[in-house]
């Protein structure tokens, strides 16, 4: 399994705001990892939700706060584009489908609580 984790959006939303959500084996996973890396796709639905008022950004929220934590960003790049068309149909969330295709293409473990995605051929942790 990598040491270096792709975290998943409620994932990276839970490690941001604190939430109780993220257990103390989660936190010790994350700090453990030699490298935690957020996709520009979770920035994206992240801007999307709160912009149509599904979900509150925490302050500070932007690029060098995630740097500040020492979290890497992942671009989606043109391979994890055309990666998705190859993908089963289990799982219809394209953000998720995005994450799925970046963990797999660049070998990263994913980290989720999302337990639909073990359908995948991908490095997962499920939290």
């Known amino acids: 399994m990598s ?8 994932v990276l ?3 941001l705001t604190n939430d109780p959500q ?3 084996k ?4 994350l700090t453990r990892a030699t490298q935690v890396v957020v ?3 979770s920035l994206w639905e ?3 939700k709160a912009q149509i008022g599904k979900l509150r950004i925490p302050k500070r929220f932007g690029t060098a706060s995630l740097r500040e934590r020492g ?7 043109p391979e994890h584009a055309l990666a998705v068309r190859d993908l089963p149909p289990h799982h219809k969330d394209p953000f998720d489908r995005m994450l799925i295709v970046q963990a797999q293409t660049d070998g990263l473990t994913l980290v989720t609580h999302d337990r639909a995605l073990s359908e995948y051929s991908v490095q997962l942790q499920l939290i």
Do not use: G, Q, R
Not at 3 to 10: A, E, F, R
Not at 26 to 29: D, Q, S
Not at 72 to 77: A, D, M, N
């Open 26 to 29: 989660a936190k010790t996973l």
């Open 3 to 10: 040491s270096t984790m792709l975290i998943d959006t409620h």
């Open 39 to 41: 996709s520009a796709a």
């Open 13 to 15: 939303l839970w490690a």
């Open 22 to 24: 993220l257990t103390a």
């Open 46 to 48: 992240i801007s999307i």
């Open 71 to 77: 979290y890497e960003l992942l671009p989606v790049k």
